[in-house]
């Protein structure tokens, strides 16, 4: 498979002006208001280093909560079942509804079941599938996948919505109110929610002690979709696990905050058991994890809680979109997740950063993310696949670097060329920096020369 | 092998060296401010209602004043009577025409605004969803500090289903603008009323 152009396709991002616009302020608004709520909070450091010893402890001990969440949620009378990779938890999925007779699934959003390409695998075996939150729901109308973990649709404006809605579940053509917009897509989601055989939610958390799962939403449209339904099936990555609900605490305190700016999200739901005369099963999926669970520099990753913070925060994420990194997984933890699931595919990804280092300040779980994304920039020079142009560019940087003579040569003679070289000689495709920008002004003198003329003579 | 058994024994080979064991989480208490003051500015912050405090025999005359077009009253709790009984066992797709459902909660939280439900308040765990509005009774006294000591709660072990509300149903998933009642309720007041007796609400519920 061809690697993805992370550079060719957000300029088709770029090029839409209000778009980009509105992108680039309301993800940064996002991450002005999670400002506000951890300075609000005297001991967030403290949360911070926490929340990271509890997912490290966690994860180096992981079969063994495993096991034990896997006990309590049979002991409550879940059913548990384990699926090593997509595919198998897409047909434990539609075994399970095939043998309640489920046609129609209703379920909240979960990155995991978009991970595994679940719904067009239900929908070839004649399972209707209709997403609840109202960004995925947008997503999934306009046969897109959702571009931000946390705020699917962040991309579209509203008349982009309005479009989708006229086009897919009746609304007026042309009425582009953003109340109107909302209530349209709950009119045509209700009857879903009560009519539907089964419902779907994922997890934000497992806890090992009880056999506990906690889903976070704003729209109570995980709540919905697990307690309407007679069935309810829940899909938990295994690096979800944590041992106890004191714990959840630290994660709940951060979570929303570093998403979104609110407290808590408007619904945080825990499900230990199913409901009297009702089933409740348990996907638990590896899909690559206990994998990615032995890479040296990477497994951290694993920590990630999902908030969407370092998306929100990057600069290069908000000007060029999520749908431009081509993966279930945008943005820079992104960038550090989708090489794991295949490297030639994601072999440009980790150049979509300026490794600013913003990403790993407002981790909550203090994962180094720009560190590993720098790390993923060597493990693709030692598998080589670096793109040629930059494989080209690094030898000859890294030849005139090894030489102060070359150099000094190099660097008086860029200065002339910034200022005499015509315009395509530098603004071409060679240069895709300086496609939407301006190459700076050089410095009139090098500081050696200057150092040179003024303190030697000191 | 099991799927289940190939698992497992892929993360016990590649887990990392034990990292050390996690400190003593601390309940990070705070005593400077009022408790409820802290509730309601946050509940309200979160785009739920605050109702002060009421004596019980007020309830059925302030739900109705707070929703005079109310069709269908919904109550799981003693206090207020509504205009239909909830059956516990019904199919929870019948409570679609509920206007304003009202609960209990066990307790409130200062730091979130939030109310803590579970299946023993709730009776129908659908009501707090389906129902147009939500009308929820909380005892004042009830209110902890944060959610250190929330998640210290035994009753989040026991409950099959336990959920924090905080303020109605909401997105912002189109350009950022906030909307109430995207998908459960388009409303949340919470009405501070005592609990006149101790004991669970159960156990005064008209339908035990």
């Known amino acids: 498979m061809k690697p993805i152009d992370h550079a060719e396709a957000s300029s088709h991002f770029i090029e839409a002006k209000a778009h980009l616009e509105f992108h680039d302020r309301r993800l940064w608004d996002l ?38 969440f896997e006990a309590r949620a049979k002991n409550n009378g879940a059913h548990v079942h384990w699926a090593r990779d997509a595919s198998e938890h897409n047909q434990i999925v539609y075994d399970i509804l095939s043998a309640h007779g489920a ?113 976070c939403t704003n729209e109570g449209n995980a709540d919905l979709s697990a307690n309407v339904p007679k069935l309810h099936i829940a899909c938990i990555g295994i690096e979800k696990i944590i041992p106890k609900f004191e714990h959840l605490a630290v994660f709940i305190r951060m979570l929303s905050r570093s998403a979104l700016g609110s407290p808590i999200t408007q619904y945080t739901s825990h499900f230990r058991a199913p ?23 990477f497994w951290t990753s694993l920590k990630c809680i999902r908030c969407g913070a370092c998306m929100n925060t990057c600069p290069v994420y908000r000007r060029s979109g999520g749908l431009s990194y081509g993966a279930t997984y945008s943005g820079p933890i992104g960038i550090i997740i989708d090489p794991a699931f295949d490297i030639r595919k994601y072999s440009n990804l980790p150049y979509a950063s300026t490794l600013n280092g913003s990403c790993t300040s ?9 560190d590993q994304i720098y790390k993923w920039r060597q493990v693709m020079v030692e598998r080589n696949q670096l793109p040629l142009v930059k494989k080209e ?51 009139r003198q090098s500081f050696r020369s200057w150092y040179l003329e003024n303190r030697r003579r000191q | 092998m099991t799927s289940r058994d190939a698992i497992l024994a892929a993360v016990r080979a ?7 064991p996690i400190p003593a989480i601390p309940l990070f208490e705070r005593t400077s401010r009022s408790l409820l003051e802290e509730f309601q500015e946050t509940l309200m912050s979160m785009g739920g209602k605050f109702a002060p405090a009421l004596d019980a025999d007020g309830l059925d005359a ?59 308040e709730l009776q129908v765990n659908a009501l707090a969803y389906l129902a147009q509005h939500l009308v929820v009774l909380l005892d004042p006294a009830r209110i902890v500090g944060n959610l250190h000591q929330a998640y210290r709660d035994a009753r989040f072990k026991t409950a099959r289903y336990a959920v924090l509300v905080t303020g109605p149903s909401a997105t912002a998933d189109i350009e950022g603008v906030l909307i109430h009642g995207a998908q459960g309720v388009r409303s949340l007041t919470v009405a501070m009323v005592s609990l006149g007796y101790e004991g669970t609400p159960e156990a005064n519920s008209p339908n035990s």
């Open chain 1, 31 to 68: 991450r002005v208001k999670r400002d506000r709520q951890a300075h609000g909070i005297p001991e967030w450091e403290e949360l911070r280093n926490l929340a990271s010893a509890i997912k490290e402890h966690t994860l180096s001990h992981l079969a063994d909560y495993l096991e034990e």
């Open chain 1, 103 to 215: 046609k129609t699934l209703v379920k909240s959003k979960s990155m995991l079941t978009e991970e595994c390409d679940m719904r067009p695998f239900l929908e070839t075996r004649d399972v209707k599938v209709i997403e609840t939150d109202l960004g995925e729901r947008i997503q999934q109308l306009d046969d897109e996948p959702p571009s931000h973990i946390v705020v699917p649709a962040v991309h579209k404006l509203r008349g982009d919505v309005s479009e989708v809605f006229a086009r897919t579940i009746g609304a007026e053509p042309g009425n582009n109110d953003v109340h109107y917009l909302a209530e349209a897509m709950r009119r045509n989601t209700r009857p879903y929610f009560l009519g539907a055989e089964a419902g779907m939610t994922g997890a934000n958390f497992a806890i090992a002690e009880t056999g506990s799962f906690v889903v």
């Open chain 1, 275 to 297: 409901r009297p005369g009702t089933e409740l099963h348990i996907v638990l999926v590896d899909n690559g994890r206990s994998q990615r669970l032995g890479m040296k520099d």
């Open chain 1, 362 to 370: 407002v981790c909550p779980v203090k994962i180094n993310i720009h």
């Open chain 1, 393 to 443: 560019a690094i030898r000859i940087i890294g030849r005139v670097m090894s030489e102060p003579r070359l150099y000094r040569a190099a660097i008086s003679a860029a200065g002339l060329a910034i200022e005499h070289l015509p315009r395509f000689a530098i603004y071409n495709w060679l240069n895709p920096w300086g496609r939407q920008r301006e190459v700076p002004e050089s410095a």
């Open chain 2, 14 to 20: 590649n887990q990392p060296a034990p990292a050390p």
């Open chain 2, 62 to 120: 302030l739900v109705r004043s707070l929703f005079p077009d109310a069709a269908v009253i919904c109550s799981a709790t003693p206090e207020v009577r509504g205009t239909r009984a909830l059956n516990r066992s019904a199919d929870p797709a019948e409570l679609a025409d509920v206007d304003v459902g009202v609960v209990r909660a066990a307790f409130g939280v200062a730091e979130t605004g939030s109310v803590w439900l579970s299946e023993e």
